[in-house]
């Protein structure tokens, strides 16, 4: 297993490589968890990878609440008007 403290560091070549693969709908994503969750890769690469899967994560659950909120809030107004 390799060092972190020994990790090569990643070129700007390599960083926009990177961001490219994650820009490709689903190809990125599953790339994120492949980066995030092999052995033997750069772990600068996986730590990015992890922060950015937890990022998502967080987001998803924003928009879920976000999205029952205002469901309850539409179906709220929709029953003081009577409903149709």
Not at 62 to 73: D, E, H, Q, R, S
């Amino acid at each position: 297993m390799e060092n972190e403290n020994n990790a090569s560091v990643m070129s700007v070549k390599d960083w926009v490589i990177t961001l490219l693969i994650t820009a490709i709908p689903l190809v990125g994503f599953i790339m994120l968890f492949v980066w995030a969750f092999s052995d033997g890769g750069n772990p600068n690469k996986a730590n990015w990878a992890k922060a950015a899967l937890i990022m998502i994560a967080i987001g998803v659950v924003l928009y879920f609440i976000l999205f029952v909120m205002l469901g309850v809030a539409f179906m709220a107004a929709g029953s003081q008007h009577g409903g149709m």
